[in-house]
């Protein structure tokens, strides 16, 4: 049996007040359950939880990985920006251009995320966070639909992405170039297994896929840390 997404990971330098700014910005409530250690989830229940975890000083340069939040409305587009403002987070130039139509921000740890302009027909109908959008390779979009079981909704030019046959959030690889990588990722997926299933089994076909196995020593007794074919990190869970 398949693994799915069960969260997307934040390494923070402050765990519970890069929780508390998500959760105001995005609505989400704090998940149940003492091993969910800082998450927050949709009010729905549906979909991945987000989850923060201590983490190192962030380092210099761009994450792998950043948010795009949709909007409604160009009214709901300048209170996304206003209320992430307030609850901590700041303008960041990453060399967008005057004409383009998206804000770059930044959370108080410094993970850039983008609210996205009204009308984006590629984010229509995905919900608060349209896609995470990462750097990598159609090499590693392909592995992440054969992982996860989500289909391909974009393939060309060697930019990818897949979406969840529930909908919801999108993840998107931009191709080539892709930034080398300088250390570990601040944003990872982490996995979880459905009951009863064998967790050899599925590490196993993740290998198979192309993922590898990170050294040992990293991870705990109830997660297994694994690389994809780009390098980035991702875990897990081999019990509930």
């Not at 998500?22 to 927050?40: H, K, M, V």
């Not at 989850?51 to 340069?61: A, D, V």
């Not at 391909?152 to 892709?178: F, N, Y």
């Not at 997926?189 to 198979?208: T, W």
Request: glycine share 12%; with cysteine; charged share 25%.
């Amino acid at each position: 049996m398949t693994s799915h997404l069960f969260a997307i990971c934040f390494r923070a330098t402050r765990p519970a007040d890069l929780a508390r700014f998500w959760s105001g910005l995005l609505g989400w409530e704090p998940a149940a359950g003492p091993d969910d250690g800082i998450a927050i989830l949709p009010p729905d229940g549906a979909g991945f939880r987000i989850r923060f975890l201590p983490g190192p000083e962030p380092e210099s340069g761009r994450n792998r990985a950043h948010f795009d939040l949709t909007s409604a409305s160009p009214e709901q587009q300048r209170r996304t920006v206003a209320r992430a403002l307030e609850l901590g987070g700041e303008h960041l130039d990453v060399g967008q251009l005057p004409e383009e139509e998206h804000v770059v921000l930044a959370d108080p740890d410094g993970n850039e995320f983008c609210v996205i302009e009204a009308g984006n027909k590629f984010l229509a109908d995905t919900g608060s966070i349209g896609a995470l959008a990462c750097d990598g390779t159609q090499a590693v979009g392909y592995f992440w639909s054969e992982a996860l079981r989500w289909p391909l909704v974009w393939d060309q030019d060697e930019e990818t992405a897949i979406q969840s046959p529930d909908g919801g959030t999108k993840i998107t690889w931009g191709g080539p170039p892709v930034a080398p990588k300088t250390g570990p990722n601040r944003l990872y997926f982490e996995l979880a297994l459905p009951a009863g299933a064998d967790a050899e089994a599925e590490l196993d076909r993740l290998v198979a896929l192309g993922a590898t196995r990170a050294e040992a020593g990293e991870g705990d007794g109830d997660r297994v840390m694994m690389l994809d074919p780009d390098g980035n990190e991702f875990s897990v869970r081999t019990s509930r």
